[in-house]
């Protein structure tokens, strides 16, 4: 009976003692893969030997033909193979757009982050496979979401509306502040800090409000006084135009009496022309005027 409870507590004992191993926690640079803590691979660090490492297995801190695998705790790198009673850790780079920034015992690198412009965001560092994307604010946007070194989400400065300045411009971690234009200033939403409305020296078309300027125009004489004028000019044109209508219609009827005069004297024969003409009519010729007298007389 006395050897019945000594095995009952040896075996009490023991699995005491496997439960007080197994809660036992890790280092800070392993991690728990069953009952074996196996070394992270840990970025910026040289290759780490261990006493139940053999140097014929790592040769060197990069891959080589001979072995394609080597425990690695270079920047970027994660678990290839867990580390067992008598290996350690197999690690391998991150590649293809993937990270890893700090030890561990994952067996895939993070994917990097993609900075999208429909966030608002830029590429401010390129990502490596030490070290994520950061991301960055595109011109105009202030951000939403800021991490250590950059930002995860941004959003548009706010507009200023007309009647409005901006009392405080936009930057990359705060928003524009706006303020209403005091009396006789404007501003279209735009501008840093609102303007004097014009003062017209002659004319004012337009008063002047919060988001426009006045409107100004020359001195000018009244509308009925320049409608006279205008009627008085083309009066006055319309008379001119008849008056000289009328005098070269009567120049032109001078010069055609003129012309029908010169016309009809050219045809009236002279007085010689006359007196040769009038023997002639009575029969004879003028060198012999008394035969035919006398015989003009004896016929009678």
């Not at 205008?230 to 044109?237: A, E, K, P, S, V």
Request: proline share 6%; with cysteine; glycine share 8%.
């Amino acid at each position: 009976m006395a050897q019945f409870e000594s095995f009952i507590w040896t075996i009490s004992v023991i699995l005491v003692l496997v439960s007080i191993g197994c809660c036992i926690a890790c280092g800070r640079a392993e991690y728990r893969i069953g009952d074996e803590c196996c070394p992270m691979c840990s970025p910026g660090k040289d290759p780490v030997f261990t006493s139940y490492e053999s140097p014929d297995v790592i040769t060197s801190s990069t891959l080589t033909e001979k072995h394609d695998i080597v425990i690695l705790s270079s920047p970027g790198n994660h678990v290839h193979k867990h580390c067992t009673e008598f290996t350690s850790t197999s690690c391998v780079p991150c590649v293809d757009s993937t990270f890893l920034d700090e030890p561990n015992g994952l067996i895939k690198c993070k994917v990097c982050t993609n900075c999208d412009p429909g966030l608002g965001l830029m590429v401010k560092q390129s990502c490596r496979p030490s070290s994520d994307t950061v991301c960055g604010t595109l011109e105009g946007f202030y951000c939403l979401d800021p991490t250590k070194d950059g930002c995860r989400a941004a959003q548009r400065h706010s507009s200023c509306k007309p009647g409005q300045y901006i009392s405080h411009t936009g930057t990359t971690s705060t928003d524009s502040v706006c303020a209403d234009c005091p009396g006789k200033t404007y501003s279209d939403g735009s501008l840093t800090s609102c303007q004097p409305h014009t003062e017209c020296e002659f004319l004012e078309i337009e008063p002047g409000t919060p988001w426009s300027d006045s409107e100004c125009g020359e001195a000018s004489l009244p509308t009925g006084f320049i409608a006279g004028v205008l009627i008085c000019f083309f009066l006055i044109g319309t008379i001119a135009g008849v008056c000289l209508f009328r005098m070269r219609k009567r120049g032109m009827v001078r010069r055609e009496i003129v012309r029908n005069i010169k016309t009809l004297g050219s045809q009236i024969p002279t007085q010689a022309s006359l007196d040769q003409e009038i023997p002639m009519l009575s029969g004879g010729t003028g060198n012999d005027s008394s035969p035919h007298h006398s015989q003009g007389f004896n016929i009678l």
